[in-house]
């Protein structure tokens, strides 16, 4: 699934962020975290406020990519820079919302706009509803590269979503290990942490990497949505949360984006013009990545998320386009 286009796409980082979920309150509000929304809230806060590197290893249909991740905040700014370990090296910088992704073997850079809090996850601000879809349990307690840890168990209710099992550091209360699990409990994606240090001695300048004068540069811009597109059926829980129409994808190409969430599980609905390369989505199932695509009028739909293919086809079918 991380392809050269993918590497820049919601989606690609979507990958990484089914890291965690949860509100945010903070550890010190709380105590020392006796519950699992305590370790999850306490485990958010040290993501967004701790200086560290982290070594992950992604582990997905037998196939095993490495990233390393250095997370700073300065002055209240959140700084992040994800470098592929593995074939072919790419990079991506985050400085607040301004993404900017490198291509070297293509001598290419896309910039774009986020939504996302962190190149890691697409984490919910607020745990509110999600009860009724989700349960939250601690599991056992033990050891992850050598460090104290908490297992914490997210079960899901119904047949529409995927379980997360995450095992947190009891120390700094970040992140050692994540695995998506399917309604029987098997793995479809892991996330591991190889190596983790405190603190980050390499300071991020995302202008250092912009000095590229002879690379293209492709700025994906959104501007106003077009609301044509209706949601008629949605899986319980799932709500739209924005609508985009994205520019400087290709040449000339406009795609709207409706982005729907549960407030854990994140779906995305891409709608262009039909270019004649729809496909049988039947068959792109990847780890824990669900893909539909259909044709309507002279648009292509195509739905992708985190979530069992029951989700994306109900989501996908339930689209009308106003007359």
């Given at each position: 699934?991380?392809?050269?286009?993918?590497?820049?796409?919601?989606?690609?980082?979507?990958?990484?962020?089914?890291?965690?979920?949860?509100?945010?309150?903070?550890?010190?509000?709380?105590?020392?975290?006796?519950?699992?929304?305590?370790?999850?809230?306490?485990?958010?806060?040290?993501?967004?406020?701790?200086?560290?590197?982290?070594?992950?290893?992604?582990?997905?249909?037998?196939?095993?990519?490495m990233?390393?991740?250095?997370?700073?905040?300065?002055?209240?700014?959140?700084?992040?820079?994800?470098?592929?370990?593995?074939?072919?090296?790419?990079?991506?910088?985050?400085?607040?919302d301004?993404?900017?992704?490198?291509?070297?073997?293509?001598?290419?850079?896309?910039?774009?706009?986020?939504?996302?809090?962190?190149?890691?996850?697409?984490?919910?601000?607020?745990?509110?509803?999600?009860?009724?879809?989700?349960?939250?349990?601690?599991?056992?307690?033990?050891?992850?590269?050598?460090?104290?840890?908490?297992?914490?168990?997210?079960?899901?209710?119904?047949?529409?979503r995927?379980?997360r099992?995450?095992?947190?550091?009891?120390?700094?209360?970040?992140?050692?290990?994540?695995?998506?699990?399917?309604?029987?409990?098997?793995?479809?994606?892991?996330l591991?942490?190889?190596?983790?240090?405190?603190?980050?001695?390499?300071?991020i300048?995302?202008?250092?990497?912009?000095?590229?004068?002879?690379?293209?540069?492709?700025?994906?811009?959104?501007?106003e949505?077009?609301?044509?597109?209706?949601?008629?059926?949605?899986?319980?829980?799932?709500?739209?949360?924005?609508?985009?129409?994205?520019?400087?994808?290709g040449?000339?190409?406009?795609v709207?984006h409706?982005?729907?969430?549960?407030?854990?599980?994140?779906?995305?609905?891409?709608?262009?013009?039909n270019?004649?390369k729809?496909?049988?989505?039947?068959?792109?199932?990847?780890?824990?990545?669900?893909?539909?695509?259909?044709?309507?009028?002279?648009?292509?739909?195509?739905?992708?998320?985190?979530?069992?293919?029951?989700?994306v086809?109900?989501?996908g079918?339930?689209?009308?386009?106003?007359?």
């Amino acid at each position: 699934m991380i392809t050269t286009e993918k590497m820049c796409d919601r989606k690609w980082v979507g990958i990484v962020w089914l890291w965690l979920f949860c509100a945010v309150v903070t550890a010190a509000e709380n105590g020392s975290p006796k519950t699992a929304r305590q370790w999850l809230d306490a485990m958010v806060e040290a993501m967004q406020n701790l200086d560290y590197q982290a070594t992950v290893v992604y582990s997905r249909d037998n196939k095993i990519q490495m990233f390393r991740l250095t997370h700073q905040v300065r002055d209240g700014v959140i700084y992040e820079n994800l470098q592929s370990l593995s074939n072919p090296l790419r990079k991506v910088i985050r400085e607040a919302d301004k993404v900017t992704c490198y291509f070297p073997d293509r001598r290419l850079r896309i910039e774009y706009q986020s939504r996302s809090r962190s190149l890691l996850t697409s984490m919910p601000s607020k745990w509110e509803g999600q009860e009724q879809y989700y349960r939250l349990e601690l599991g056992q307690k033990g050891y992850m590269m050598g460090r104290p840890s908490q297992e914490i168990l997210i079960r899901p209710l119904d047949e529409y979503r995927y379980g997360r099992r995450i095992w947190v550091d009891g120390g700094s209360y970040l992140p050692l290990k994540f695995e998506l699990l399917d309604q029987q409990g098997n793995i479809l994606e892991s996330l591991a942490v190889a190596d983790l240090k405190l603190g980050s001695e390499e300071r991020i300048d995302p202008a250092a990497y912009l000095r590229h004068e002879d690379w293209k540069t492709i700025e994906r811009k959104e501007g106003e949505p077009v609301n044509r597109w209706q949601l008629t059926r949605l899986p319980p829980g799932f709500r739209e949360l924005y609508r985009s129409q994205r520019t400087g994808a290709g040449e000339g190409e406009t795609v709207d984006h409706i982005v729907i969430s549960d407030g854990l599980a994140t779906v995305s609905v891409y709608i262009k013009e039909n270019d004649g390369k729809a496909f049988d989505s039947d068959n792109l199932k990847r780890g824990g990545v669900s893909v539909f695509s259909r044709s309507i009028q002279d648009h292509v739909i195509t739905v992708v998320g985190d979530v069992p293919m029951i989700t994306v086809r109900l989501i996908g079918e339930g689209i009308r386009a106003e007359e």
